[in-house]
């Protein structure tokens, strides 16, 4: 499938979604949107892509809105509509049953941290910075960026981002709790995919269940939580890659998962 503002690559079980305006720093315009809506589609309809890699182009990953258009392309009605989207894209990503990854290849602010907090796992190149400078603006982080960014990092660091609006380093980032590691810029493709390919090795619908089972313990109370933690594991245990992984540790081999 061709995007007009992503790059989009399939290879061994891996979808890499690659951020695709360097000329405006990677900034989400209205075409952008409309690649996303129809990424959405096309991840949950591809079988083939077991893991997602979101990376952007040049040394940027994504700044966020295009504020350039905001006098132009984003009266009341436009901006509400856009927002509504962005946010039930973000929404979609999270509940992607397939493990997601943002590569952080460079700055990420405003819309693009929401983005890459809508992800499971987040790799950071070294000289990556963060922010949600959003309040420069007179905005707030409103696509999910406030309610994740909560429960990520926690109440008072989340705090500290969203009011202040400072950018902070990709190390402060990892201190924070906002990524999980930071490599050196040239190392962070090749620890990504390497990621990706572990991820990719694991079973398909072990995978989506515990997504949906972790979401939980933070959305729901705790006995709602158990519950869908036992549903999970009973769907599971009836599965033919659960068969499979206990044939493979018996015959001390690696398994080999189909997701069924």
């Given at each position: 499938m061709t995007f007009k503002t992503l790059g989009y690559e399939l290879a061994d079980g891996i979808a890499t979604v690659i951020i695709n305006r360097p000329e405006k720093n990677n900034a989400i315009s209205m075409e952008m949107r409309a690649d996303f809506r129809a990424l959405a589609d096309e991840l949950y309809g591809d079988e083939a892509a077991r893991v997602v890699v979101f990376t952007g182009?040049?040394?940027?990953?994504?700044?966020?809105a295009d504020v350039a258009t905001f006098e132009t392309?984003?009266?009341?009605?436009?901006?509400?509509?856009?927002?509504?989207?962005?946010?039930?894209?973000?929404n979609d990503l999270e509940a992607l049953e397939k493990p997601l990854i943002a590569a952080i290849n460079g700055t990420c602010v405003g819309g693009g941290l929401e983005l890459a907090l809508a992800c499971d796992l987040r790799i950071a190149a070294r000289s990556a910075r963060f922010g949600l400078p959003e309040n420069n603006l007179g905005l707030i982080p409103g696509i999910g960026?406030?309610?994740?960014?909560?429960?990520?990092?926690?109440?008072?660091?989340?705090?500290?981002l969203v009011?202040?609006?400072?950018?902070?380093?990709?190390?402060?980032?990892?201190?924070?709790?906002?990524v999980g590691r930071v490599v050196e810029?040239?190392?962070?493709?090749?620890?990504?995919?390497?990621?990706?390919?572990?991820?990719?090795?694991k079973a398909p619908q072990?995978?989506?269940?515990?997504k949906r089972v972790l979401q939980s313990c933070v959305s729901a109370d705790l006995q709602t939580a158990r519950t869908i933690e036992s549903f999970?594991?009973?769907?599971?245990?009836?599965t033919t890659d659960h068969r499979e992984g206990v044939k493979a540790f018996r015959e001390k081999r690696r398994p080999t998962f189909e997701g069924r």
């Open positions: 182009t040049g040394k940027t990953f994504c700044v966020g392309d984003w009266n009341t009605p436009v901006f509400r509509a856009n927002t509504r989207l962005l946010t039930n894209f973000f960026g406030c309610s994740r960014l909560v429960k990520l990092v926690g109440f008072g660091r989340a705090k500290e009011l202040t609006g400072e950018i902070i380093s990709a190390e402060d980032a990892h201190r924070y709790g906002l810029d040239d190392a962070l493709m090749t620890e990504a995919r390497g990621l990706a390919e572990r991820l990719g090795a072990a995978l989506g269940i515990a999970g594991q009973s769907i599971l245990i009836k």
